[in-house]
């Protein structure tokens, strides 16, 4: 089965081919878990272009597993897919790079780019697990350095889904004047305890990899193991129930007899190896781990104590919350809190319940839907 | 944190201590799979007295985790946890044993006492992978043997949760003119790609385990850590988003402040490596490879095409199905639907949807609500 299916590549609509910056930071960065990191780097993407005022900036946050490469292609190899929400940025569409500059970063503690645990450390040794412990806060303060180099003071927004909206909406909370609308996309403003123990499984299947050895393996083999079935746990949670149903069924890998054989027989079961498989070769373990510790620890309310008392200071930014019916990652209800919370400190918010059965990849796979809502709201 | 509270022991109302017998089968039990086994162990504890027609008998079928020991004690120790459904069993319970003489064998392939991948195979070496693959049409297989032997014609009931739901189902259809009556709790006629993924997930934590060595480990280390991981997974499955906010919410395990460390912070972490830990004391891996696998392949409607047609000779079984609104694993759509097809085709079928926001869990936790709609049934 070609679970890994490339279209034929067209350029009309898309970014085309783009390249990955790189900006390196020389001042400490301190972090909210009481660490810091004493210099980094940062890869970013940019599309379109900054108008003469710079008003024009959307910055796109991504999710666990992103990176800075959102669109368009780094080469002109028609085997290499587009980047990873490539449908939502471009002429013409949701992010429109005809009217909007779109950039985004890789996040600090990445491993596409931007500083994080297989970087080198001052003693010249991969950081491992001496990496600091990194927050949503963390990730944001790092960002905005990057866009106070590239002379951007306000953006005009910033978006993402799942921990992408967890960063946008942070941005408000800690630069209220620097954000003037907020795309809070299939995210949550607190992890769950469901949510955490997700990610603790997934980290504890890293840690039962003897080849992780405690974060030292740089030098010799990955825990590719552990990663993989971390990754399967990650998209189980990002699918449904009847999304699963419609891509596999209980259809088998071959013929339509069970085999009864301990090999993986279920069509799902060989998916989801290969998910674990193709992961592990882009990602790094420890960045696993450190941005999935992020995401517990996110809760927007966190050093507040309500939603209320979170955004009171943030006067000047408006809202767009979407959210997909059969998220049950994110579930719909936190989301509404939030939106209402808002409402109630006087804040605009358009708030989209999508009803989709794709569970938390909606997103990125009810393309309609996000043209409509994100596409209107931003035109 | 205490997670295994143990209250002070009561016989009042317990079928005090019991024990576990142990029946063997010399003749080979063909499996649907096409393996064969040639000899066979059941582990099976009874309660309360079979009547002078043997009319009386309830089979109880255990789940996943579960063993032949439903209630009471196996000693007088007061730091003996009681059966894993004790608060089901017993005098004026929801099984009555002043009515009814209640067994559960532990299925075959089990780690319990009954014979499973650990057993000694007829070369004086453990089965390790080379027992064959089992299905729930099996077990029941095997013990129909042991009713067959305890002079049990035609049971009362087959009752269970989860895979004992299964179980009892299975057992309509095999032997339509042995059961009066199946009481299909919190569980599914076809387990979905999502339960198949959430299984193969766990299973492949395991092969990930190199003291899992291709199922060889009996004279060495066991897959600990593998194991552990899969029963984390299956216990998020267990659970549901309400109940883990009940439950840990976004609590630390020490103090009231994040730790922003690496270890172990949320109460939530501690809670499912506890259990992941407690599991490998008394359960073998491949045993959970085995079961998992009959779990995926069972699909009552196998061989037949539709619940109608699997039903159709089952002319003199009536049914209990009972559900469970926040249980995700087994969603009460799919026993609908069964309960549907049984109407449609003349059977029987109470059916009971419970508002109960503990998950999957439920069916144990809500011991108020299945005294009434189980013991009603059964009165």
């Not at 990194?134 to 790092?142: E, N, S």
Request: aromatic share 12%; proline share 5%; with cysteine.
């Amino acid at each position: 089965m070609d679970y890994d299916f490339i279209p034929q590549r067209v350029y009309e609509g898309s970014v085309g081919v783009v390249q990955t910056h790189h900006a390196d930071f020389d001042s400490p960065l301190q972090l909210r878990g009481g660490g810091v990191l004493p210099a980094f780097r940062l890869a970013y993407e940019t599309y379109g272009t900054l108008n003469a005022d710079h008003s024009n900036a959307i910055l796109i946050c991504h999710a666990l597993s992103g990176d800075a490469h959102v669109a368009g292609y780094h080469t002109d190899d028609p085997s290499e897919p587009p980047g990873w929400w490539d449908e939502a940025v471009g002429p013409g569409k949701m992010f429109d790079t005809g009217r909007y500059f779109v950039l985004c970063i890789n996040v600090i503690g990445g491993c596409r780019g931007s500083t994080g645990p297989a970087s080198e450390s001052p003693d010249g040794q991969p950081w491992g697990l001496r990496f600091p412990v990194l927050t949503v806060y963390d990730m944001v303060q790092a960002q905005a350095r990057l866009l106070d180099r590239l002379g951007i003071q306000r953006l005009y927004a910033t978006a993402g889904g799942s921990m992408g909206g967890m960063q946008a909406l942070e941005w408000a909370v800690s630069f209220p004047e620097r954000v003037a609308n907020v795309l809070f996309i299939a995210s949550t403003p607190r992890s769950t305890p469901m949510n955490i123990a997700l990610n603790e499984t997934g980290r504890q299947a890293i840690y039962a990899d003897p080849n992780w050895n405690g974060g030292h393996y740089y030098s010799g083999q990955a825990p590719d193991a552990g990663l993989s079935v971390a990754r399967m746990i990650g998209h189980i949670s990002y699918l449904s129930d009847p999304s699963f149903e419609r891509k596999f069924g209980r259809r088998f890998q071959a013929g339509t007899e069970p085999r009864y054989a301990f090999e993986t027989d279920f069509a799902v079961e060989g998916y989801l190896q290969h998910q674990g498989e193709k992961f592990v070769r882009r990602f790094d373990a420890n960045t696993y781990l450190y941005i999935t510790k992020a995401l517990d620890y996110f809760d927007i309310t966190e050093g507040y104590g309500s939603y209320e008392a979170a955004f009171a200071h943030v006067t000047s930014t408006q809202f767009l919350i979407v959210t997909f019916e059969s998220d049950w990652l994110y579930p719909a209800g936190a989301s509404e809190q939030l939106a209402a919370a808002l409402r109630r400190v006087g804040r605009e918010v358009e708030y989209h319940h999508v009803q989709a059965d794709g569970g938390h990849d909606s997103f990125l796979v009810e393309v309609g839907s996000m043209l409509r809502i994100v596409g209107g709201y931003l035109a």
